[in-house]
């Protein structure tokens, strides 16, 4: 007559199983962590540029966003996302090439903000003269 319950093998089976599901769940989520991470970037650097158009309008003074703003005041969320992948700044005022600035009225000259991270690259634009955030659609 056999006890009820499981033998050392079947119980060392199933663990195996257990960990070869984490490690195939796991190597699919690193690959698309790259992706994940620009995508948050992006989402993070439009609601901060919109914040600082907003902050442009209501205050009546002119406001800008450059990388500098990543490397020493990465003090809250979104620039912390912002500042973990690559970022380069296009502003469309000579005056001013690294920067976006948004004038008085919220209105801007314009701009582009390039981001990368692991071999994938995204754009986003602030139009000139309105001042329009949004990512550049790829085709």
């Known amino acids: 007559m056999r006890d009820a319950g499981f033998t050392l093998v079947e ?3 199933v663990l195996a199983i257990i960990g070869l599901a984490g490690s195939v769940l796991s190597l699919g ?4 962590l790259p992706g994940l991470r620009l995508n ?3 989402s993070a650097l439009e609601e901060e540029l919109r914040n600082r158009q907003s902050d442009a309008l209501v205050s009546r003074r002119e406001t800008e966003f450059s990388l500098k703003d ?3 005041g990465a003090r809250s969320v979104r620039l912390r996302r ?4 690559e970022v380069r700044v296009v502003g469309g005022d000579p005056a001013f090439p690294e920067a976006i600035r948004f ?7 314009g701009g ?3 981001l990368r991270d692991a071999g994938q690259e995204k ?3 602030v139009d000139w003269p309105l001042g329009t955030v949004h990512e550049e659609r790829q085709p």
């Open 40 to 42: 948050a970037a992006v």
């Open 11 to 13: 119980l060392l089976v």
């Open 123 to 125: 754009t986003v634009l």
């Open 112 to 114: 582009r903000l390039l």
């Open 70 to 72: 990543l490397t020493e």
């Open 29 to 32: 989520l690193q690959q698309r």
């Open 82 to 85: 912002i500042a973990a992948v």
């Open 103 to 109: 004038l008085p009225g919220g209105w801007s000259k």
